[in-house]
């Protein structure tokens, strides 16, 4: 058997917690393996919505086990209020979600560390979203962080006395004011909870789990773009958001990957700072926004909105290896008589590239766009992919033709039920 993985394709907020809900069900285990408190999945079904951050979305059915992997960086104290937060809905936590070991831990420290370093960018800020997540990332490639596993140790409050002085000394030299007893009395208690969890080596876990024949799905966090290596840097987050980082994020090979499934909007946002080729300054952008609800769920800022890109999108689906591709929010462009798709750019020399290119942080790219007919028709109570309208039909058969990859799945709604399978395929 082997693991499948699902990813964000865009700059992230695609709608990967609604997608993880959704397959769930095919699944014995759904396994977070980067990112941290940064990411916002929100899920909706029964009339609820619910916004997760560090938790893997699978963790609303009661026959899933849960995972969040040694890719992951975990804030103590945001964990403990994602599990009470829970506490309404009566599920058993603690028997079906798992914390691997070598989780690297967000100290308190980490998230003034990350508020001082995005203050004195000042304008050239790269828009953190100052959970912590760049500087524990830091410490754990400079080989200094801590891991949920030193919890166990009897030696952990002075390992973190030793790093915590660390970063208190560095933020002498920044203006940022703080009550670091206040944030400690917080983060032990909320040490102390976190112990009570499951503590596993969870890349035997997730291994023998796919050696003895269990459907396990990876969760990706934060999209494609803002991968590290490979996204618009330095305006990027400090993990690998790609399918490589999934093999490195819960200790798989790369022969045990089956499905990439790569989700994207019907058309474009982005949270904070940083290139955006088709982002739009007029109504239509502000009706994207409206009509879209496009607010981040991490952060509550407002994302700015453009037409779907599709250099960009075709960028993503060929260093994640995608093989299937799953449309949310086809519902949003309901209202527009015409919807544009960006096929290539024009550079500031007057040239044009169809590819998503190393200078798209440098230079203006003027995009190059396909203009096709809305659907202009409500998709509410569709649940059929025959019944959807023919524009969006037309849409969809586009961006199948273009990418090369299936589009299996299309979105027309933020509820589970609001889902619609073009070919569903068994797991």
Not at 253 to 265: A, C, H, L, R, T
Not at 281 to 289: E, K, N, T, V
Not at 296 to 323: E, F, H, Q, S
Request: charged share 25%; with cysteine; net charge negative.
């Amino acid at each position: 058997m082997a693991i499948d993985l699902l990813l964000g394709l865009q700059w992230g907020d695609e709608g990967k917690g609604k997608i993880v809900d959704f397959l769930a069900p095919k699944y014995n285990l759904v396994a977070r393996f980067q990112g941290g408190p940064n990411a916002g999945h929100t899920l909706e079904f029964d009339g609820i919505k619910h916004v997760l951050h560090q938790i893997p979305s699978g963790i609303f059915r009661d026959t899933i086990k849960n995972v969040i992997g040694n890719g992951v960086v975990l804030d103590p104290v945001i964990f403990k209020q994602e599990i009470e937060a829970l506490d309404k809905f009566d599920l058993n936590v603690h028997a079906n979600l798992f914390v691997s070991k070598k989780t690297q831990l967000i100290l308190p420290t980490h998230r003034l560390l990350d508020a001082a370093y995005e203050k004195a960018k000042g304008v050239e800020k790269i828009g953190s979203t100052l959970k912590g997540i760049g500087p524990t990332y830091q410490d754990k490639i400079a080989r200094t962080g801590l891991r949920v596993g030193d919890l166990l140790s009897q030696r952990f409050k002075d390992k973190y006395q030793r790093l915590r002085n660390k970063h208190l000394g560095i933020l002498k030299e920044y203006d940022l004011s703080y009550n670091i007893e206040e944030l400690e009395t917080k983060f032990f208690e909320s040490i102390d909870f976190l112990r009570s969890f499951k503590l596993i080596e969870s890349e035997y876990y997730v291994n023998e789990a796919i050696d003895s024949g269990q459907k396990v799905l990876a969760e990706g966090a934060q999209g494609s773009l803002l991968d590290v290596d490979f996204g618009s840097y330095p305006f990027v987050t400090s993990s690998n958001t790609t399918s490589s980082g999934a093999c490195s994020g819960l200790g798989i090979p790369p022969n045990k990957v089956g499905e990439v499934y790569g989700i994207f909007k019907a058309y474009c946002t982005r949270v904070g700072s940083g290139p955006f080729p088709t982002e739009l300054f007029d109504a239509d952008g502000d009706r994207l926004q409206k009509e879209g609800h496009e607010f981040g769920a991490t952060t509550g800022r407002p994302r700015r909105c453009g037409w779907l890109d599709l250099p960009a999108l075709k960028y993503a689906v060929m260093i994640n290896g995608v093989t299937q591709l799953f449309m949310m929010k086809a519902d949003v462009l309901s209202t527009f008589e015409k919807v544009k798709v960006c096929i290539g750019y024009k550079r500031e020399d007057g040239t044009e590239t169809d590819i998503f290119p190393y200078e798209v942080v440098a230079e203006r790219l003027d995009p190059i766009y396909k203009t096709m007919n809305g659907w202009h028709a409500s998709l509410s109570g569709i649940s059929e992919y025959d019944q959807l309208p023919s524009e969006l039909k037309d849409y969809v058969s586009f961006l199948t033709e273009e990418l090369n990859v299936p589009i299996n799945i299309v979105s027309t709604g933020p509820d589970r039920t609001e889902t619609i399978w073009r070919t569903e395929v068994a797991v």
